[in-house]
């Protein structure tokens, strides 16, 4: 039975199995904080009731292909029997024309045989957290005794490895391991790392000015410059960095998987362990629960006018950077990054302004190339 055409249609849900447990206390995590919206209880895990809901309620909204993103916190203190369960649960409810994928975002404390076995054979892709060599990575990255998570997340990427698991890096860029960028990019090369992903670290601190290990809009703009130079590799990139890749895409297509960088937010939900659910990671606050799955719909949440207004914040947002030459590539960035200047300006906008004018003519090219080869006139 093919869904309904009337039917909104989700392509991708972050799930938050554990909501912001973790064992884990990094310096600069946006999400520990999250605890703080569900006192009630103070281990935090799924439901096998708010599971089989929420896993009913997306296929049933879902296209051909869905994307479970299962995150946290620390998603795998949720354990394996419970994504087992999720698995079978997705096999129940899943038409024969649907294709569903996984993904899993950890620390890589908790990694070992039994995981790696299971994520290899249940072709899970798996996001590793890693901010560069030890002496960089061990500075924010501190487990609960305060000592460096380094040695953990070499032996889950060993493990990995050894099991075949498909697996990305992503590194949270702060005020540290922005310094270097050649020398960051080089040490995930050099690692064997083919797949990865930088995320700029822009927070608040208790003061509620911008926290020291943040980055500065010049040193990220700097940053991704180089970085980028590394990866174009004369108009042959052989690495993935999906923030370029992205861009390439709006390049040739007009249009990015960048939530960040595409024209509007509301490109995946977030649902939380009790199934309250949000419009983005980043925007998990009372402001904008969207409703709960196990009092409603998904589909009227989804529908909601409070997910309606949440889809136009970057059309407001973008109305105030005028005619820049950029805005059609980063179509205003994250609104997140709006909230630090208290929306007069994204705080990197700097940043992209010093990347855009730094590659613009090497995206030109390399979309001149896949045109080419694919037979674009």
Same mark, same amino acid.
């Given at each position: ?17 554990? %909501? ?27 439901? #096998? ?12 909204? %879902? @296209? ?8 946290? @916190? &620390?998603?795998?203190?949720? *354990?394996? #029997? ?40 249940? #072709?899970? $892709?798996? =996001?590793?957290?890693? #901010? =560069? ?12 005794? @305060? ?64 926290? +020291? ?21 004369? *108009? ?11 861009? $390439? ?35 998990? +606050? ?18 909601? &006018?409070?997910?309606?207004?949440? $889809? %136009? ?18 179509? *205003? ?10 929306? %007069? ?33």
């Amino acid at each position: 039975m093919n869904r309904e055409d009337s039917k909104p249609l989700i392509l991708s849900v972050l799930v938050k199995p554990v %909501s912001a447990d973790c064992n884990l206390s990094c310096a600069y995590c946006f999400y520990l904080s999250k605890a703080s919206l569900y006192p009630e209880v103070d281990v935090h895990r799924m439901s #096998d009731e708010v599971l089989m809901k929420l896993t009913a309620q997306i296929l049933s909204l %879902s @296209g051909e292909t869905i994307s479970f993103c299962w995150q946290g @916190g &620390e998603p795998t203190l949720a *354990g394996i #029997d419970f994504y087992r369960k999720a698995l079978r649960y997705q096999s129940m409810f899943k038409a024969p024309f649907q294709m569903v994928e996984n993904s899993l975002q950890t620390n890589g404390i908790l990694i070992d045989d039994r995981w790696a076995s299971f994520l290899s054979r249940y #072709d899970f $892709l798996v =996001g590793v957290s890693l #901010d =560069g060599p030890r002496e960089v990575h061990d500075r924010y990255r501190k487990n609960r005794r @305060g000592l460096g998570s380094y040695e953990a997340v070499a032996r889950c990427i060993d493990t990995l490895r050894r099991y075949s698991v498909k697996f990305n890096i992503l590194t949270v860029v702060s005020n540290l391991n922005v310094r270097d960028p050649k020398g960051l990019y080089r040490f995930m090369v050099d690692m064997g790392f083919r797949y990865l992903q930088f995320i700029p670290c822009v927070e608040r601190g208790s003061d509620g000015e911008v926290a +020291d290990y943040s980055v500065t809009p010049e040193d990220y703009g700097r940053f991704v410059c180089e970085i980028f130079d590394e990866w174009f590799n004369d *108009g042959n990139p052989e690495i993935y960095v999906r923030e370029f890749e992205d861009i $390439l895409i709006s390049y040739v297509f007009g249009d990015t998987p960048s939530c960040i960088f595409g024209r509007r937010c509301g490109r995946y939900i977030v649902v939380e362990y009790n199934g309250d659910v949000y419009p983005c990671d980043f925007h998990v +606050d009372r402001r904008w629960l969207l409703g709960n799955i196990m009092e409603d719909d998904l589909e009227n949440i989804v529908t909601s &006018e409070k997910f309606v207004e949440f $889809l %136009s914040i970057k059309d407001k947002l973008k109305e105030r950077c005028g005619d820049c030459r950029w805005l059609r590539y980063c179509n *205003g960035g994250c609104p997140k990054h709006w909230e630090i200047r208290n929306y %007069s300006e994204n705080y990197l906008c700097k940043s992209y302004k010093m990347f855009f004018e730094h590659a613009h003519d090497k995206f030109i090219l390399l979309k001149t190339t896949i045109e080419s080869s694919i037979g674009v006139k």
